[in-house]
């Protein structure tokens, strides 16, 4: 599942989209820019119903049964712009497929469960510390790369993707990633205590002393934590 930050639809855009007779059932975390582009690749009774970004894609997935799902992703999202991370189940061969835009604006992670009964993924590396005691055994999915997870095991499908620039969203550290998190191989709360103590020191050189520091929302705690304990540091040595 997946409780989207309200980037586009509603509270009826909630996911994963996967109605009855649908091969495909699709969840995505990001935002993708250009959806009207998609309306074409789907039935015109089905346009109405369409609740976010999301849904457009997943109905545009849907829409050719004659093909395999693997041709549906490749043909598909090459054409694809903005931000997204996508897991795509599909019902017939009951596989998973995991899919990092090209720019690589958001995280995904994939990891065998302890329990030998599959694979879980996940955006953030926090989220597999219940089912996955061996933390190295978590893998970040590449910019631009589709993985397909089966009763084979894993494999890789080729996307032909734009070239692109690397690109990754900085607000998953700042405010979106959970503390406990390694989000783009960085540890979200030495990040935040980091952001911190680099503030600090451009208040200290620009001679600004704080009356009260106090930390806004449990995604500030860590940089404030970073703040003041520079100020107690510059202050001691005064």
Known sequence: GHDRYSTSGGVDAWQPFGEEGERIVTAHNGNITNPLSFLNDIPLEERTILSSDTHVLHKALNAQPEESVEERIQKIL????????LTIADRDTNSLYLIRDPSGFRPLHY??????????????????????????KVIEILPGQCIRIDADGVSEIPIDFPETKSAQCIFELVYLGGAASEIFNTNVHAFRRACGENLAEVDIEHGFIPDIIVPIRDSGAAATEGYSMKFIEHLARA
């Open 78 to 85: 090459p054409r694809v712009e903005g931000a997204y991370s």
């Open 111 to 136: 990891a065998p469960l302890d329990n030998g009964n599959g694979y879980m993924a996940a955006s953030e590396s926090v989220a597999f510390i219940p089912f996955v005691r061996d933390a190295t």
